[in-house]
C-alpha cells in the first residue's frame, strides 16, 4: 500500500550531521519527519528501510535513522494519501515547533520549509 507517513524520533545526544556540504546541527530531543511513499514497495517497504540502522544513505533522513544517537519512537500512515507539504505545512505552523530549514524537502514542488522538524 502506498501513502503518506511521520516517523516520531527521539535524538538521544547532540549531533552533527552533513547534508548537501552543509552542517546542521540537531540538539538532543524530539523530531517528527515527514515523508511519502509512491514507489515500488509502497509504505511496508519504506518503513522497514527506515528502521534499519544499517543502510546505503540515500535520503536526508537517512543521516538521523541509521545514527547511533537516535531512535524511531513511532511512526504514523495515512493510506492512499499524498499530503507530506500539507502536513509539514500544519506541523511547521505548531507553536514551539521548529523547522530544520531545508531538510528532506529537496524534492518538494510546493516549496515547503522543510520536512523534519524538532517538536517540545
Not at 98 to 115: A, E, L, Q, R
Amino acid at each position: 500500500m502506498k501513502g503518506t507517513y511521520l516517523l516520531f524520533i527521539k535524538i538521544i545526544e547532540s549531533v552533527e550531521i552533513r547534508i548537501r556540504g552543509k552542517t546542521l546541527f540537531l540538539n538532543a530531543g524530539y523530531y517528527v519527519y515527514i515523508g511519502s511513499a509512491f514507489g515500488a514497495g509502497g509504505l511496508s517497504s519504506r518503513l522497514h528501510r527506515h528502521l534499519r540502522k544499517i543502510k546505503k544513505k540515500h535520503w536526508h533522513i537517512d543521516q538521523i535513522t541509521s545514527s547511533k544517537f537516535s531512535d524511531i519512537i513511532g511512526v504514523g500512515v495515512l493510506f492512499k494519501q499524498r499530503i507530506e507539504c500539507e502536513l509539514s505545512k500544519i506541523i511547521g505552523d505548531i507553536e514551539k515547533t521548529v523547522p530544520i530549514t531545508g531538510f528532506g524537502n529537496s524534492d518538494c514542488k510546493k516549496k515547503c520549509i522543510s520536512h523534519f522538524f524538532r517538536v517540545s
